[in-house]
């Protein structure tokens, strides 16, 4: 059997790591992955390939959360020769069921139906504005035969997706928690590697530098920080976009101006593959994604394998994976002070450190393992499939077509 899965983004993040992290796991049960990219620049496409997952590139336009008329007429007007697209390339290699990774796909689903094939549609963050979800769930609605969402309250977040009983099935993205495991050999290593001192504490973040990431909150957390601990060191581990450059050039100068150097205070490296190795320089992990934009974040539960301390905003279904003040912390978005004031008690006390570190790793080798989310990605693939074959599910071609 073979699946499609599509997502929206040319730059490596969250879905395309769940699509090389389960390929393997998912062939040895008896599903093939064909991952389907917007045919951008980007480095997703190369690091898939290089994972050795197959990987499908056309003209993916998708709907926007700006209010960029240009971009909404651009997803228009490719519309309807992109679902023609997915349906040949759908025919051409063979695909059983299709895996919409995101909201903003709903061509491929479309594709999907009209080819007459099962569909899992993944809820996988709270990014699209509230209107946006609640028309799109409408298609979700008619087209999915189940739902695979990060976590319960990213469901709640999505109109009518909780009426689809036992056909929604929560999952945590996969981690693979043997290769993130602490090491004191990478961690050395990796602090050579990126100039810092063996004995300095480093807080740290890996997210890609784009505004949901909420870099300005931890810039600003990182001011408040150095005015008590002025020998801290910050570390982002993340790729760049060219389309985020403008965004990026204004966040770097705003920290230089309040003494964050690049190079000295603040270092930011786009880690590649090599986030395990890297993020074992950190002591303390800080997520300050703002408000609507995450599910649960893969960098929380890698972070948590790695038995780092977790302080994190309080956005998507993140409760779910940090439990507060038990395997890390928990704030509101875009408090950079509370983040600070929450941090302060981890800088000064090592055994806190350690104690949060050991009981993240538990609760991440126990609910993040790889094989346990291929077990669940299957369970909701058979329950496509009987959905699909009950003849229970989304649009007949007709109705599609209208």
């Known amino acids: 059997m073979r699946f499609l ?11 395309h790591n769940q699509a090389v992290q389960l390929s393997v796991p998912l062939a040895r049960r008896g599903w093939e992955t064909v991952v389907l990219l917007p045919d951008e620049s980007g480095n997703a496409a190369q690091r898939l390939r290089a994972s050795g997952v197959e990987v499908v590139q056309i003209p993916l336009w998708r709907l926007r959360a700006r209010p960029d008329p240009f971009l909404q007429l651009r997803f228009a007007l490719g519309f309807y020769g992109g679902v023609a697209q997915i349906r040949r390339l759908i025919r051409e290699s063979g695909i059983d069921l299709v895996v919409v990774g995101g909201l903003i796909n709903p061509h491929v689903a ?15 963050d709270t990014r699209a504005p509230a209107v946006l979800r609640a028309t799109l769930m409408l298609l979700v609605q008619r087209l999915a035969d189940v739902i695979l969402s990060t976590g319960v309250e990213v469901a709640a977040r999505h109109s009518k997706a909780l009426a689809f009983g036992d056909r929604l099935i929560p999952f945590y993205p996969p981690v693979d928690v043997g290769h993130f495991q602490f090491s004191q050999v990478r961690r050395v290593a990796s602090r050579a590697e990126l100039g810092l001192r063996r004995d300095e504490l480093v807080i740290g973040n890996v997210s890609n530098l784009n505004r949901q990431k909420g870099h300005d909150t931890f810039v600003a957390a990182a001011v408040h920080i150095r005015r008590r601990f002025p020998q801290v060191r910050f ?8 389309h985020h450059a403008s965004y990026m050039s204004a966040l770097w100068n705003k ?12 270092i930011v490296r786009d880690p590649g593959s090599r986030v395990a190795e890297l993020a074992c320089a950190i002591d303390i992990f800080w997520m300050t994604s703002g408000p609507r934009s995450e599910g649960i974040p893969t960098v929380v539960e890698e972070a948590m394998a790695l038995e780092l301390p977790v302080v994190t905003t ?22 950079p002070q509370t983040i600070a004031d929450v941090t302060y008690p981890l800088l000064a006390d090592a055994s806190l450190r350690k104690r949060i570190g050991e ?20 369970r909701a693939f058979d329950m496509a499939m009987q959905h699909h074959g009950d003849g229970r599910g989304g649009l007949h071609r007709s109705a599609a077509l209208r």
Not at 235 to 242: D, R
Not at 255 to 266: C, N, P, S, Y
């Open 5 to 15: 899965f599509a997502t929206h983004s040319p730059v490596f993040g969250g879905p």
């Open 110 to 124: 479309i594709a999907a139906r009209l080819e007459r094939i099962p569909v899992v549609w993944q809820l996988l």
């Open 235 to 242: 570390l982002i581990l993340g790729a760049s976009y060219e």
């Open 255 to 266: 920290a230089e101006k309040q003494g964050l150097r690049l190079g000295q205070e603040l």
């Open 314 to 335: 309080d956005v998507g279904s993140v409760r779910e994976a940090v439990d507060d003040g038990v395997t890390g912390f928990v704030t509101p978005p875009r408090r």
């Open 359 to 378: 009981a993240a790793r538990q609760w991440a080798v126990e609910h993040c393992d790889i094989e346990h989310c291929a077990d669940t990605h299957v």
